[in-house]
């Protein structure tokens, strides 16, 4: 017998190893095994077992598999299809793609203790990796230990997490409000760790620390004798409901629930729930959710990084009354193999965690939610590139489950999803509190400025309206959030007069604008053109270079209004969480009453009494040479337009622009997609832009600029004659340079997506041997285009 093998690298043919007789039995595809590669032992997946050799290499010359590690299966029939269509969708090889799946370390024996049960019920418990080391005393092979594993009659475990499983935490009683207070300055999530604890008194352990994130704030918290901690399991009664508050569904609520009811009983579909933010669509997953869990099945919650706080795992834990695990970046290695292990042992029947969870061993899975569908955070940037939105909805085809995609403004790919039927949708359209949205005003920077009541003194980027709002705002004792849409580009280009951008006459993207050679290019085809005095539209000479970012419209808020006190959030300003936290704690608590940033603003808080939002630029973001900007931008003016009138005052928002009637921005004054997306779906069309074409983006560096774009070509000439597709390139990246590299990348547009990949897979290996100074990475479908 003999078994394909995947090891950590990044080949994309397995090798090929003898099943030795002791294992024939039990090996399957999907099990890690030890084996031998050269003079060493390392772990790989078996990928696939046969009678026959099919490896061109004769039997006597192959080597056998050395052992079975314990823990298997590490990936079940269903991951393990899961991982293998990645591997095949993503063009990933497929070690790469399944050592991704696990967390690290858990290879590791060290790692695991293990409590041994013999038949006269005595109990051992011993380190893994000494129980191996020791084998004259204990007698016990690899497979035994699987074996045992299987059948119950060992379990493993993580050592320093399983300390953790019975203690609490409580407030000590002696709280000195000083200390507090001056605690919570530096890390201002314990703010909510408190409000909890005082609300039921004890959490577990792990939840606080999962909550903070970090355990030197625990530390930190129990030194100060702030908290206690004791054991004790006091699990169950942590999840007491919240105080006597029952929910009535609203129509458009009931309504989309019985249809995602309706598709959990009949097994796989997709169900997306358009509603705007505030309309109660968490209230439906948790509702589905609890049908979920009474029906004996799990619930897979996605969610993007940003939107794990400790708020938002509260409700779901207190709302589902179970145990919840949570998966986030924060984690330590053994605290993500324990929450591994209590997920693979069915210990937890509800996962809540960013992309990477979508890999959680969850058995038995009646529903996936993706909340924030939209969000680009799902995609990874790095190998391997899969996007955890589209995985979910594979997952759940594989697992035969509903997949609810949820989002206040879906992406124009789920609404031409939802067009053509493939995903069902509800809409809400009411905030579940019936507060009204803001009202949206759009003001075009571009004209006159010569009118009796204007304000003298103001920058270009400061309109009157904007002044005189920012005013009434801080007489009035309310906030503002001032953003500027910043992203990737220091210069951008633009006629001040009519507000025209420079576009690629091919390919309908902004063109970039390269300093030293005064050239505006194309980073999809190449196209470039010098950059004239004149503008092609207006004839005026106002074409302007624009370079200002958020520190610049801080010091002139500060300038033109004194009694304003002024917060940035932006990359320069906060380097860490906790600068994050500090920000975002001293504009809540009234210390500053302007907070200025980057799209850092948009996400996430909750602050009741900001009354204005105001964008500065809304044109900024419009300059990345990206097809998806008009898109992007709709989103984030749509998040941040959300951030303003939460509290009991309604909010304003003016949206600033030298392009009033640009689709995407004047959308979000009714702030239905809908009319958007017929617009934009027209101009993806004529284009060949997804989702009417698929793209790939080849990516090359090197130190040596020429090799880089010989690489390339090698890939172009391969799919020259292509029906249904269009190769564009290759052209410098947006990033010409990283380091000492230099970015070049080749755009694939295609209908012919599995001809493409088959091409690109059969090349693949000879490139990388020939060209091996040269880094190639593939991108199928990207979100970042840079
Ligand atoms: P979304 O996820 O769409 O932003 P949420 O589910 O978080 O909306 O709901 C917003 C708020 O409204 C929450 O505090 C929630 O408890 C509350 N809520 C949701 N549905 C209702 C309802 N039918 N009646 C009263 N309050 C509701
Ligand atoms: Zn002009
Ligand atoms: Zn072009």
């Not at 032992?41 to 490896?55: H, M, P, R």
């Not at 293998?84 to 050592?99: R, V």
């Not at 790919?413 to 069902?424: E, N, R, V």
């Amino acid at each position: 017998m003999f078994a394909e093998i995947a090891l950590r690298n990044s080949l994309f043919e397995p090798f090929t190893y003898r099943v030795p007789e002791h294992l024939k039995s039990v090996l399957k595809e999907g099990f890690a095994v030890y084996v031998p590669v050269r003079r060493q032992v390392q772990v790989g997946f078996v990928t696939s077992l046969s009678e026959k050799n099919s490896s061109g290499v004769s039997e006597e010359r192959l080597r056998d598999i050395i052992d079975i590690f314990p823990l298997n299966p590490v990936f079940d029939r269903n991951m393990f299809q899961l991982l293998m269509w990645a591997s095949d969708y993503y063009i990933e090889p497929p070690g790469s793609m399944l050592f991704s799946a696990v967390p690290s370390g858990i290879f590791k024996l060290s790692n695991f203790k293990v409590r041994l049960n013999y038949e006269d019920s005595r109990e051992e418990v011993i380190g893994l990796s000494r129980l191996f080391k020791k084998k004259g005393n204990y007698k016990i092979s690899m497979l035994d230990l699987f074996r045992r594993l299987s059948d119950g009659t060992a379990q493993l475990f993580v050592e320093e997490a399983d300390r953790d499983q019975g203690s609490v935490v409580e407030l000590s009683g002696e709280v000195d409000e000083e200390e507090i207070r001056r605690v919570s300055e530096k890390y201002p999530v314990i703010d909510e760790i408190l409000e909890y604890l005082r609300l039921k008194r004890v959490l577990p352990l792990y939840e606080v620390l999962s909550m903070l994130r970090d355990k030197r704030i625990l530390r930190y918290l129990y030194k100060s004798n702030i908290i206690r901690i004791k054991s004790g399991d006091l699990r169950a009664s942590s999840y007491a409901v919240e105080e006597g508050r029952v929910i009535e569904l609203n129509e458009e609520q009931l309504n989309a629930l019985k249809s995602i009811e309706r598709i959990r009983e009949s097994g796989f579909g997709v169900h997306y729930l358009y509603g705007v933010t505030g309309s109660g669509k968490t209230e439906i997953y948790l509702r589905a959710a609890k049908g979920v869990l009474n029906s004996g099945k799990s619930v897979l919650f996605l969610v993007p990084e940003i939107g794990l706080t400790p708020q938002s795992i509260y409700r779901i834990r207190s709302s589902l009354m179970c145990d919840v695990a949570v998966l986030h970046s924060g984690l330590y290695e053994k605290e993500r193999i324990q929450e591994y292990l209590r997920i693979k042992n069915g210990e937890v029947k509800v996962v809540v965690g960013a992309r990477s969870a979508i890999f959680a061993p969850l058995r038995n899975v009646g529903m996936i939610v993706v909340d924030e569908e939209h969000d680009t955070a799902y995609k990874q940037e790095e190998s391997p590139r899969y996007n955890g939105r589209d995985m979910a909805i594979k997952r759940g085809q594989i697992e035969g489950c509903v997949v609810v995609l949820g989002s206040a403004t879906p992406s124009i790919q789920s609404i031409y999803s939802i067009k053509t039927g493939k995903f069902s949708e509800s809409r809400l359209t009411i905030r579940a509190n019936n507060k009204p949205l803001p009202e949206i005003d759009i003001v075009s920077l571009s004209r006159s400025k010569a009118e009796d009541d204007d304000v003298e003194g103001l920058p270009f980027y400061i309109s009157d309206e904007l002044y005189r709002a920012l005013i009434d705002t801080i007489n009035n004792n309310n906030k503002a959030i001032l953003m500027l849409n910043r992203r990737g580009f220091n210069t951008f280009i633009l006629c001040t007069s009519c507000g025209y951008v420079f576009k690629c006459p091919d390919c309908d993207i902004h063109l970039v604008y390269h300093r030293q050679r005064e050239m505006l290019l194309c980073h999809y085809c190449g196209y470039n053109q010098r950059l004239p005095d004149i503008c092609p539209n207006c004839s005026s000479l106002s074409i302007s270079k624009f370079g200002f970012g958020t520190e610049q419209v801080e010091e002139t808020i500060k300038r033109l209004i004194p009694s304003s006190r002024t917060v940035r959030l932006d990359r320069d300003s906060v380097s860490n969480m906790y600068d994050l936290e500090n920000a975002i704690s001293r504009f809540s608590k009234g210390d500053a009453n302007i907070l200025i940033g980057t799209q850092m603003v948009a996400k996430g808080h909750h602050f009741p009494d900001v009354t204005l939002v105001g964008v500065i630029l809304a044109d900024m973001s419009l300059s990345v040479p990206d097809f998806r900007v008009q898109e992007r931008l709709l989103q984030l003016l749509m998040q941040v337009a959300g951030r303003a009138g939460r509290g009991s005052e309604s909010g304003k928002v003016i949206i600033q622009t030298f392009n009033p009637f640009e689709p995407a921005i004047v959308a979000t004054k009714s702030g239905n997609m809908d009319e958007y997306a017929s617009i934009e779906l027209v101009r993806r069309k004529n284009l060949f832009y997804p989702p009417f074409s698929r793209i790939i983006l080849i990516r090359s560096r090197s130190e040596d600029a020429k090799k880089a774009e010989e690489v390339l070509m090698i890939f172009k000439n391969a799919l020259s004659g292509l029906k249904r597709s269009e190769v564009l390139g290759p052209v410098k990246s947006p990033i010409e340079r990283i380091k000492k590299e230099f970015r070049y990348q080749l755009l694939i547009k295609t209908v012919e997506i599995n001809r493409v990949r088959n091409t690109l897979k059969n090349l693949i290996p000879d490139v990388y041997k020939l060209h091996h100074k040269v880094r190639v990475s593939i991108d199928v479908d990207p979100l970042n285009m840079l």
